[in-house]
């Protein structure tokens, strides 16, 4: 299974800054997500993120607000931009690996906003 | 919206299997049915998927019905680290766009000393 990490692992920021959060998978692979789980809920999708392609959002989510940068097959940044205290969650990244039909997940990031 | 039907909660003795069902009575033939788990503050763990037939792997079964209408996940036999959310989730794999996990509410699985 791939693993992954993610930078950071928690955080704490005021209102009206903005976080990158970075997800690092030890293989390469096509397709990254990035989820977000709000306090006490399940996880939503944010986007789809292909390299060499402009993420693909789902609904509700807008690329100002959450811009997605996917340099290379390993690696994917999100950022959470003016950020609000409802933007206090954990943020999730995932890969898909189509030889096994299998999606993993990383950590999370911890998001506190202040 | 997510395609399963879960029960909010179960709970379970220790050392008892855990049998989790799962409705998803709008599955398409060639979509398959996933089951993940989420322990406490940690990212989901994808723990077996299957198509039409049983599956077993080292963590748990998949029973899938011959309608492909409901599933049950079986943990034979259950500890409390298996204390944790589990999702049932349909999904289309095999084509040239992303597989998309839609997760819906899950069921809460707490074992019992």
């Known amino acids: 299974s791939a693993v992954i990490s993610q930078k950071p692992s928690r955080d704490i920021c005021q209102r009206g800054t903005s976080l990158t959060i970075q997800c690092q998978v030890d293989s390469q692979v096509t397709m990254m997500f990035w989820y977000r789980q709000q306090p006490g809920q399940s996880l939503t999708l944010i986007a789809t993120a292909n390299q060499g392609s402009e993420a693909t959002y789902e609904s509700g989510f807008v690329i100002d607000k959450f811009p997605i940068s996917r340099p290379n097959l390993t690696f994917s940044t999100l950022t959470v931009s003016n950020m609000s205290p409802e933007d206090s969650s954990i943020y999730l990244c995932?890969?898909?690996?189509?030889?096994?039909?299998?999606?993993?997940f990383g950590p999370g990031t911890r998001l506190t906003v202040t | 919206d997510a395609k399963t039907t879960q029960p909010t909660s179960m709970d379970c003795a220790e050392g008892r299997a855990a049998n989790l069902p799962c409705n998803h009575s709008?599955?398409?033939?060639?979509?398959?049915v996933y089951w993940y788990r989420q322990i406490h503050s940690q990212g989901p763990q994808y723990i077996i998927h299957?198509?039409?037939n049983n599956e077993t792997n080292e963590m748990a079964s998949l029973i899938i019905t011959e309608d492909r209408k409901s599933s049950t996940l079986i943990l034979p036999h259950a500890t409390l680290r298996d204390t944790a959310v589990y999702y049932c989730?349909?999904?289309?794999?095999?084509?040239?766009?992303?597989?998309?996990?839609?997760f819906g509410s899950g069921t809460r699985l707490s074992i019992r000393p």
């Open positions: 995932s890969v898909e690996s189509r030889g096994r039909n299998e999606q993993y």
């Open positions: 709008t599955i398409s033939g060639n979509e398959y």
């Open positions: 299957g198509l039409k």
């Open positions: 989730i349909v999904l289309l794999w095999g084509y040239s766009s992303a597989s998309k996990i839609i």
